[in-house]
């Protein structure tokens, strides 16, 4: 997923993962995009400032490049 553009898991339209949570533009489903340390799976924390995004990684105490980093995206539950 990270070399190619994500898509949705419920109908397969390309997603924009600079979103944390989105509507899908094709089936309009709610969906989440959480990111995970490509080296230890951790839950990554998403660091913003002046349009640039980074992410830090808790378990590895480091920053992980976006072009690194592995995003599930789920249904956002109702």
């Not at 997923?1 to 509507?23: I, V």
């Not at 799976?41 to 640039?52: D, H």
């Not at 378990?59 to 976006?66: A, T, V, Y």
């Amino acid at each position: 997923m990270n070399d190619s553009t994500p898509c949705c898991p419920l109908c397969a339209a390309a997603l924009d993962p600079r979103h944390g949570e989105q509507r899908c533009p094709g089936c309009h489903a709610e969906l989440r995009f959480e990111a995970s340390c490509p080296d230890c799976g951790a839950p990554l924390e998403r660091l913003q400032a002046c349009g640039a995004v980074d992410y830090f990684c808790q378990g590895c105490s480091s920053l992980i490049s976006k072009r690194r980093v592995i995003f599930a995206i789920t249904p956002v539950d109702e």
